[in-house]
């Protein structure tokens, strides 16, 4: 069972444009949240992450969004650019009796930006 | 943020042989790492929780006799592939916790086993 779902597992948008990508979870025990940026062949670099006392967060041009009514967060890229271009993972976790939980990741999606 | 190094980053194995690989935390003492593997076109696969001085924690599949971790200081983990069979080839990962809740990934080490 797939506690969080990237249900697209690709995106191409213009440059310039605003990329946004989906994640959905289904423990409501998560609070935390975090997006990877992953090239291939090397490991993913940490981009954003949120706590689930908030529900936005802002870096520069990213911008992840959280909606914990239904269990939904979004990356936002404003504006986007080439370099852009690899796969995202969504992440979450949770405490479980006093030591946080492991990472769960979805499985990706993978972001073209054209020129 | 914080800075993991992985050694190898590519290696190429005969069948039956054993290859080790290592995770080091470069600016900061990690007590727990994590050992990912990751298939193509497929997300992350957590194989084993890491905890200095004490036995690897394996995720449910995982064959500890085959995947060895060891983690024997606050900055060095590592996972040897035993008896390494072309299945086995994969990109492996490693991660560790800073002081934050974000973990922060090693470069990877590709394996191929011909």
């Known amino acids: 069972d797939q506690q969080v779902k990237q249900n697209s597992p690709s995106l191409s948008v213009q440059e310039g444009r605003i990329s946004i990508l989906n994640c959905d979870y289904t423990n409501s025990m998560f609070d935390y949240f975090l997006w990877y940026k992953k090239y291939p062949a090397e490991g993913p670099t940490f981009l954003i992450s949120i706590s689930s006392i908030k529900d936005k967060n802002e870096d520069g041009r990213f911008t992840v969004f959280l909606n914990k009514s239904a269990k939904h967060l979004s990356l936002h890229i404003v504006p986007s650019q080439p370099g852009d271009s690899a796969v995202y993972f969504c992440a979450a976790s949770a405490w479980y009796g006093g030591s946080q939980g492991n990472l769960i990741f979805g499985k990706g999606t993978k972001l073209s930006v054209k020129p | 943020g914080a800075v993991v190094s992985q050694h190898p980053s590519w290696v190429i194995c005969k069948s039956g042989t054993s290859v080790k690989i290592e995770c080091r935390s470069l600016d900061f003492q990690a007590t727990t790492m994590f050992w990912y593997r990751q298939f193509p076109k497929q997300s992350l696969m957590l194989m084993a929780t890491?905890?200095?001085?004490?036995?690897?924690?394996?995720e449910q599949g995982v064959e500890k006799d085959k995947f060895l971790i060891n983690h024997a200081s606050l900055t060095l983990s590592t996972l040897t592939v035993t008896s390494a069979h072309p299945e086995d080839s994969s990109f492996y990962i490693c991660s560790a916790y800073d002081r934050g809740r974000e973990q922060y990934f090693g470069p990877g080490t590709r394996l191929t086993v011909t």
């Open positions: 890491s905890n200095e001085g004490s036995k690897a924690t394996y």
